[in-house]
């Protein structure tokens, strides 16, 4: 007997991938925005921190992320352990056979502009103080922004945002001073291993405004490559003379 699609498509059990299954109410704008607010934590992982190591290679970045991954497994480990269900609108999102408390979402944000802030403010170089509170506030609007969009788009209950929110902001708090007092302490000798030396890898937030130290150490060394051409250039001419 003939199958058709639809006898297919119930006989084989499928199961999303949760951290890039957004869906919205068909014609709700709003809904479509909040969406894509709700993957800004795949953004920020996937390519925030990958590109960063890329081009950058900071310690503190790579302690960063990796308090991310801590983050997420104690969430996944609570989830299971709460095994609290999402609201009734899951079926309809196709989450039901997923754990909501606490919000992995929320939790992940919370914990990103928690460490972000702790990291600007006491860590981090500013040539001027407006750029130092600009920088440690712009994390949290969209931090809000995510929250409210995983009740919005019912994946998640009020409470089951706040506890995540409320765990994140614990978490990134205790790494932020477990990195700062504790790791930070070491990151001299960790530049001078021998695999840091290979890829690179080095600390700059001792650094007051790195992004002006390296734009004044490149042009001196422009420089310094012109005049050393021109040296040479000159030698050169005298003796052939």
């Known amino acids: 007997m003939d199958l058709d699609s639809e006898d297919i498509a119930e006989s084989i059990a499928l199961k999303a991938v949760s951290l890039t299954h957004v869906r919205y109410a068909k014609g709700d704008l709003l809904g479509h925005a909040l969406s894509w607010f709700s993957l800004l934590p795949v953004f920020i992982g996937l390519g925030g921190f990958t590109s ?12 960063f992320g990796l308090g991310l991954i801590v ?5 996944q480990i609570i989830k299971e352990l709460a095994h ?5 609108t899951c079926k309809a999102l196709e989450m039901c056979d997923s754990n909501g408390w606490p919000s992995s979402h929320s939790q992940y944000m919370c914990f990103f502009s928690m460490y972000c802030t702790l990291l600007v403010t006491r860590r981090l170089h500013f040539t001027d103080e407006f750029r130092r509170v600009f920088v440690a506030l712009l994390p949290w609007p969209f931090a809000l922004t995510v929250m409210y969009s995983r009740v919005y788009l019912g994946y998640h209950t009020t409470a089951q945002i706040i506890a995540g929110g409320s765990l994140g902001l614990l978490l990134g708090s205790g790494w932020f001073f477990l990195m700062d007092i504790i790791v ?6 960790l530049e001078d291993t021998s695999i840091c030396q290979y890829l690179r890898i080095k600390d700059s937030s001792h650094i007051p405004d790195v992004i002006g130290f390296e734009y004044r150490n ?14 040479k250039s000159s ?4 003796s052939q003379d």
Do not use: D, M
């Open 84 to 88: 609290e269900a999402r609201p009734l």
């Open 71 to 75: 983050n997420e497994v104690i969430n």
């Open 184 to 189: 930070s302490p070491w990151f001299p000798w």
């Open 218 to 231: 490149s042009r001196v060394a422009r420089r310094n490559l012109q005049n050393n051409a021109t040296s």
């Open 52 to 63: 960063h190591f890329i081009f950058r290679r900071e310690l503190q970045a790579i302690f």
């Open 235 to 238: 030698s050169e001419k005298l």
